[in-house]
């Protein structure tokens, strides 16, 4: 009776036993993990799908705010780029204005010497021999993103900058030229030539290459004279050296614009001026 007792309480293996024990309960307590990491996966993508519908969804229902946002700062910048427009425009009627009671006050009270005092301050357009020079970037130059030619003194990449004008327009002055003008913009003794980034300003406003120099003299001596000079020389070498475009020539007749009105703050007339010579007056104008 004990064996058969045994025999029916204990049917299956010990082994056999732990074996169905193992898988039962990884049926209840988990899955294999090829199995999970399909499911995780499966699981991952229905989550990115699902985030970027609700994002493309959002971005359909913002789209039309976005629209109308663009639309509005559009709109400003044109009207405050209409308006800045308007205001240069007015500024430069006001200072031909100007220049043009400074012409008549100095034919006025200047005499004989109107026209001299005016060409000396450049407030009146001249004509007569001279020469013109341009001057240009190399050939595919591009910006250096620094400050022009702070060790060398030369740029290495092509690029003409103010300080390569300023010694042409000084140049110029030292062979004997007697008006200047860059691109239009007329040279005075108030002039400066400076730099904004790599944009050359003359008078605070932005010039683009090429640079037409017009310089009125003795044509063919100016130009040999300047040539031969130090500056010359220089404008030479950015040729030679850096592929800087330049080209000279003697002209018969040049026409340069009157700079914009001066506004003298300090300097002031000499008492009984008008009675000493000719170059003491324009030294007083000046």
């Not at 009776?1 to 732990?18: F, I, K, P, R, W």
């Not at 430069?92 to 109107?114: F, P, T």
């Not at 005092?117 to 970037?137: E, I, R």
């Amino acid at each position: 009776m004990s064996l058969l007792t045994n025999v029916m309480d204990h049917s299956l293996d010990e082994g056999y036993a732990e074996a169905a024990a193992r898988k039962s309960e990884t049926g209840v307590r988990g899955m294999p993990r090829t199995l999970r990491a399909k499911l995780g996966l499966a699981a991952g993508l229905v989550l990115a799908a699902v985030v970027v519908t609700v994002g493309a969804a959002q971005a359909q229902i913002s789209a039309p705010t976005l629209a109308k946002e663009r639309e509005e700062l559009i709109h400003r910048i044109q009207k405050g780029t209409g308006e800045a427009d308007s205001q240069q425009h007015r500024v430069d009627a006001l200072r031909d204005d100007v220049s043009r009671m400074q012409r008549e006050a100095l034919k006025q009270h200047g005499g004989d010497k109107a026209e001299l005092l005016a060409l000396l301050s450049g407030s009146t357009q001249v004509t007569g021999p001279g020469v013109k020079l341009v001057v240009d970037d190399a050939k595919g130059a591009e910006s250096s993103g620094g400050g022009p030619r702070e060790s060398s003194g030369f740029s290495d990449t092509g690029r003409v900058r103010d300080r390569d004008m300023q010694r042409v327009v000084n140049g110029l002055w030292a062979s004997g030229a007697e008006a200047i003008s860059v691109n239009g913009q007329r040279l005075t003794s108030l002039s400066a030539i400076r730099a904004a980034g790599d944009a050359i300003l003359v008078d605070n406003k932005p010039l683009v290459p090429p640079y037409t120099v017009l310089a009125v003299g003795d044509g063919q001596r100016l130009s040999t004279a300047f040539q031969d000079s130090a500056d010359g020389q220089y404008l030479h070498v950015l040729q030679e050296n850096y592929g800087v475009r330049t080209r000279i020539s003697a002209e018969n007749e040049v026409t340069l614009p009157p700079a914009p009105s001066l506004i003298v703050r300090t300097a002031k007339p000499q008492a009984g001026a008008a009675k000493t010579d000719g170059a003491d007056t324009g030294k007083g104008t000046s």
